[in-house]
């Protein structure tokens, strides 16, 4: 089976709050993590990334988390907004010098105006 | 800068036609990967090429094929079509340099019938 799942396949939040979108890892030798943003009828597009020696990431209005000792990588949206709606992927590199990811089934994300 | 950019956007074929994708890098990006995305799942690695060679495949049958030209666009052809390759092909570039992202174009939805 795939080695990167999700705890929550849907998540509601009320606009203007935070989202936490939670994923599971269980490859030991994954190095680089990475999450993406999927809108309907669109390719994923890519949000952030982070590296193993890394535990924490920032970007605009996103955060990534890695907590290697548990296996557990988290991206938090800070007030989220309607555009947010969409399904979130994470995905590991198992492979050094490869880009093949091992992506999760997804978590779909629906903002409450 | 121009995406990546696949073509067709839909493509209609019938069971047992063979059917040709085709997927135009990043400027500058050597690195090509096809994923297959069935409804309701999770992206599923397919294939990889890097300057004009195949690094990888996924576990696809080998009626699922390809290459890579030496402008770096791609082609994916899937012969011997059966309904269950019914899904959205997404052709995804990088730079290939580890760690550098993954950027995805919108995919081709391949419908067989």
């Known amino acids: 089976g795939e080695s990167v799942g999700l705890h929550l396949p849907t998540l509601s939040v009320q606009e203007g709050d935070n989202s936490i979108i939670n994923c599971a890892y269980s490859?030991?030798?994954?190095?680089?993590f990475i999450w993406y943003k999927q809108e309907s009828g669109k390719g994923p597009q890519f949000i952030i990334d982070?590296?193993?020696?890394?535990d924490k990431r920032q970007g605009q209005r996103v955060t990534v988390l890695l907590n290697k000792t548990v296996k557990h990588l988290s991206l938090q949206i800070a007030a989220t907004q309607p555009g947010d709606s969409a399904v979130y992927f994470c995905?590991?590199?198992?492979?050094?010098?490869?880009?093949?990811?091992?992506f999760g089934k997804g978590t779909k994300l629906s903002v409450i105006p | 800068e121009a995406g990546v950019t696949q073509s067709p956007t839909h493509l209609i074929k019938t069971r047992g036609q063979q059917a040709t994708l085709r997927c135009s890098p990043i400027?500058?990006?050597?690195?090509v990967y096809w994923y297959q995305q069935a409804l309701g799942l999770g992206l599923q690695f397919l294939l990889w090429?890097?300057?004009?060679?195949?690094?990888n495949r996924g576990n696809f049958p080998p009626r699922f094929s390809g290459r890579q030209f030496p402008n770096y666009s791609s082609e994916l052809n899937v012969n011997a079509l059966e309904l269950e390759d019914s899904a959205l092909y997404l052709c995804?570039?990088?730079?290939?340099?580890?760690?550098?992202?993954?950027?995805f174009g919108n995919g081709t939805r391949l419908t067989v019938t």
């Open positions: 400027s500058g990006h050597t690195s």
């Open positions: 995905a590991e590199n198992e492979a050094a010098g490869s880009y093949q990811l091992t």
């Open positions: 995804a570039s990088t730079m290939g340099q580890y760690n550098s992202p993954l950027h």
């Open positions: 982070i590296r193993s020696n890394m």
């Open positions: 490859n030991s030798a994954s190095d680089y």
């Open positions: 090429y890097d300057e004009g060679e195949e690094r």
